[in-house]
């Protein structure tokens, strides 16, 4: 069974622009959630999707959206990019609602110049 | 405000000792307890995970161990290997979402 997939997995973006990251669950997966990495700050919680529909997001601005397609992949994206933006972006997958252990792709390491 | 706190932010242990990693929380309401293992240019990988009903699990070499009353939770590594270097990260599952602590950089040495 193939893993969570992220795509692509660096990208290099200048401030102002916007990004869009791609996320394939495992197959059967419905629920997808995006988490962002910094040094020192953990994972913080971005938001997560369930059957196409936001369930839950954490404290990010609004310059940070996502979406899920009927197949469950998933898309994150954020515009108007600042430098701060710069972190690993981290996919989850889990069967259902994100209530147990949840399975992550590799990441997108974003990169804002 | 972190909510998840790992306040080692690295540990140095010695192959086929123990290695003992931390984790404290504040939310009461917290009710599952993850630890992911990371390793550099790799997501986390889900290692063990422990409810709120419980006070021990044990997989292998992996036990951690909740103190609800302290709000405190352990993750013990016995014998410590070279291939257990890596991040660690404490996860507890709020009402929302999970809340990730910082991580702690266990290194192995041989």
């Known amino acids: 069974k193939a ?46 999707y369930f059957s196409e529909t936001q369930r839950n997001k954490g404290n990010f601005p609004g ?27 981290l996919c989850a ?20 110049v | ?25 504040t939310n009461s309401m917290f009710d599952y307890f993850l630890w992911y293992k990371k390793y550099p240019a790799e997501g986390p990988t889900f290692l063990i995970s422990i409810s709120s009903i419980k006070d021990k699990n044990e997989d292998g070499r992996f036990t951690v161990f909740l103190n609800k009353s302290a709000k405190h939770l352990s993750l013990h ?12 990260f404490c996860a507890a599952r709020g009402v929302r979402n999970f809340v990730f602590g910082p991580g702690t950089r266990l290194s192995v040495l041989p």
């Open chain 1, 3 to 48: 893993g969570v997939t992220q795509t692509p997995r660096y990208l290099i973006k200048t401030r102002g622009q916007q990004v869009t990251l791609s996320c394939s669950p495992i197959s059967g997966h419905r629920s997808v959630s995006w988490y962002q990495q910094t040094p020192g700050q953990g994972l913080q919680f971005l938001f997560e």
């Open chain 1, 63 to 89: 310059r940070f959206s996502g979406r899920q397609f009927s197949n469950s992949r998933s898309e994150m994206n954020v515009s108007t990019l600042e430098l701060g933006d710069s972190a690993l972006y």
């Open chain 1, 93 to 112: 997958s889990s069967p259902w609602t994100a209530n147990t252990e949840a399975f992550f792709g590799q990441g997108t390491r974003l990169t804002v």
């Open chain 2, 1 to 25: 405000d972190q909510q998840v706190k790992q306040n080692s932010p690295s540990l140095s242990v010695q192959e086929g000792r123990i290695s003992i990693l931390n984790c404290d929380y």
């Open chain 2, 77 to 88: 590594i016995v014998p410590s290997q070279p291939g257990d270097s890596a991040v660690y």
